[in-house]
Nanobody
Framework: QVQLVESGGGLVQAGGSLRLSCAAS????????SAWFRQAPGKEREFVAT????????NYSDSVKGRFTISRDFAKNTAYLQMNSLNPEDTAVYYC????????????????????WGQGTQVTVSS
């Protein structure tokens, strides 16, 4: 059973930065793509960013484009989300996810495309 372990969340002031990490507990499958989603209180889980492990092709939601950067490290089997210029609207629980299956950009923005999920890490941005 593959487990994804997230870290790096916390409390930050508006305009600040955080870097989230998502490490896999075992290299038991070949990852096609990793993604980050977030869920604010009372809202549905929403897509943030995705990256393909081969080719490092990235895709972002409009709300984070230009501020967030997704990346991956093969050697560490870890995906990252660098978040800059944070604002209170970014406050949410952030979840990482992985899939071994290929898909279109649209499919990779959907929660149902991912088989493996982390436990979530809280990000709180104060004004």
């Amino acid at each position: 059973q593959v487990q994804l372990v997230e870290s790096g969340g916390g409390l930050v002031q508006a305009g600040g930065s955080l870097r989230l990490s998502c490490a896999a507990s075992a290299r038991t499958f070949s990852t096609y793509a990793s993604a980050w989603f977030r869920q604010a209180p009372g809202k549905e889980r929403e897509f943030v960013a995705t990256i393909t492990w081969s080719g490092a092709i990235t895709n972002y939601s409009d709300s984070v484009k230009g501020r967030f950067t997704i990346s991956r490290d093969f050697a560490k089997n870890t995906a990252y989300l660098q978040m800059n210029s944070l604002n209170p609207e970014d406050t949410a629980v952030y979840y990482c996810a992985r899939t071994p299956y290929s898909g279109t950009f649209y499919q990779l923005q959907q929660t149902e495309s991912y088989d493996y999920w982390g436990q979530g890490t809280q990000v709180t941005v104060s004004s």
